[in-house]
């Protein structure tokens, strides 16, 4: 059911937000209705998978040996012209990133050529942090999780879009 309900949002202009594995499954779910990747899917839920669209994250391979963390408190790079870096009103910003899981750079270009706008990376530029889907009212997916934004730092920007684009 949460691909369908991914799909209704998606096709029919209505505004989504995911974040975390709420971006994984509509990454899914536009590889397989949009890419007809049918059998695209997550290592998470499928370690054995060849093609996955969305895989586990290990800094080694992300960085080609210079070290880096992916958890936690994390820089992230809004990318020019996306919605995100309007709304935070800058170019970097510190995030809270939770899941080991994240796009696979096999797929970025095929994902982004459909329509699929990177918002935001990480500090080195090659983890996709964030997702836009370019004509769409709000679709919009993090890998980080807006809502554990320190309560001093005020509502996150992301989350104040969210409740205008669906109020």
């Not at 992300?62 to 009103?89: A, C, E, N």
């Not at 970097?92 to 935001?120: C, P, S, W």
């Not at 836009?132 to 005020?154: A, D, I, M, N």
Request: glycine residues 8%.
């Amino acid at each position: 059911g949460y691909l369908d309900a991914i799909e209704f949002a998606r096709e029919g202009q209505v505004p989504y937000f995911g974040c975390d594995l709420g971006m994984d499954l509509a990454v899914v779910e536009f590889a397989r209705r949009v890419l007809t990747l049918a059998t695209a899917h997550s290592t998470e839920h499928d370690p054995a998978l060849r093609d996955a669209v969305i895989i586990e994250l290990s800094p080694p391979e992300l960085i080609k040996g210079k070290p880096i963390d992916i958890f936690g408190d994390q820089l992230v790079r809004f990318t020019k012209d996306s919605r995100l870096r309007d709304w935070m009103k800058a170019d970097t910003g510190r995030e809270e990133h939770r899941d080991r899981y994240g796009v696979n750079t096999k797929f970025k270009n095929q994902l982004v050529r459909a329509g699929l706008k990177i918002a935001a990376t990480d500090e080195t530029q090659l983890v996709v942090r964030a997702l836009e889907l370019t004509g769409h009212p709000f679709f919009v997916l993090t890998s980080f999780l807006p809502q554990l934004r320190p309560e001093k730092s005020g509502p996150h920007p992301v989350l104040q879009e969210f409740l205008r684009a669906i109020g």
